[in-house]
């Protein structure tokens, strides 16, 4: 069973334009995290977001994180080449044990 | 500073050969680790968790097995590889608290021919 859901999965779009991804929950998170990951590489944090309806924005890029604290979205603004990537989220899931658990991931290539 | 070493940076192993990864941090103490596979272009699963030494968790029944003997290494074995155990293996490390950010090693990617 899949915690975190993402969509789409993938994406495929011309330099210049705007997108957003999606990622959904039917659980609660303490906090979510949005990380992008390159090829061969490890995934790199781009944002944590804590408060239910909080916004945070990181130059074209801009997160959402619901409500309810189940669901959040990146919107991409402006969308270049090196945006390409992975784009994963994570959630903090509370038992007796804290661990972090990851979407599926959209894959996100800009064609310029 | 905190980094994180894993390796080797790629294998290539027989079926039914063993298997040893090893992933050490620098610069913390008491990290929870975890180790995560990803299939090609996707998310990734998480197959062990550890909050302290000793201490693992595994979330996928499988053919792994992980230990850690020390703080802060984190090892993932195998005693026979099958050809399903291929994939990108990552090791990571968070601090303990909440919002916390997972950093991540540079990944071994394992083919099992």
């Known amino acids: 069973t899949q915690l975190l859901e993402q969509s789409p999965q993938f994406l495929s779009i011309q330099e210049g334009e705007n997108l957003t991804v999606y990622c959904n929950s039917s659980?609660?998170?303490?906090?979510l995290q949005w990380y992008r990951q390159e090829p061969g590489e490890g995934p790199v944090l781009l944002v944590t977001?804590?408060?239910?309806?909080e916004v945070k924005k990181l130059k074209r890029l801009t997160f959402q994180f619901g409500d309810a604290r189940k669901d959040s979205s990146l919107h991409i603004t402006a969308a270049q080449p090196g945006d390409t990537g992975l784009y994963l989220c994570?959630?903090?899931?509370?038992?007796?044990?804290?661990?972090?658990?990851f979407g599926p991931g959209t894959s996100l290539s800009v064609i310029p | 500073s905190q980094t994180i070493h894993q390796w080797p940076a790629t294998l290539v192993q027989p079926v039914g050969s063993p298997l040893s990864l090893e992933c050490t941090v620098e610069?913390?103490?008491?990290?929870?680790l975890y180790w995560y596979r990803q299939a090609a272009g996707r998310g990734l699963q998480l197959l062990f968790y550890?909050?302290?030494?000793?201490?693992i968790s595994s979330e996928v029944p499988q053919n792994l097995s992980a230990s850690r003997p020390q703080d802060r290494q984190f090892i993932l074995s195998s005693k026979k590889l099958l050809l399903s155990d291929s994939g990108f293996y990552l090791c990571?490390?968070?601090?303990?608290?909440?919002?916390?950010?997972?950093?991540f090693g540079q990944g071994t990617r394992l083919t099992v021919v």
């Open positions: 550890s909050v302290g030494i000793g201490q």
């Open positions: 610069g913390t103490s008491n990290p929870n």
């Open positions: 659980s609660v998170f303490s906090s």
């Open positions: 994570a959630g903090e899931k509370k038992t007796s044990y804290d661990k972090v658990i």
């Open positions: 990571a490390w968070t601090s303990k608290g909440s919002g916390r950010q997972a950093f």
């Open positions: 977001v804590v408060t239910g309806g």
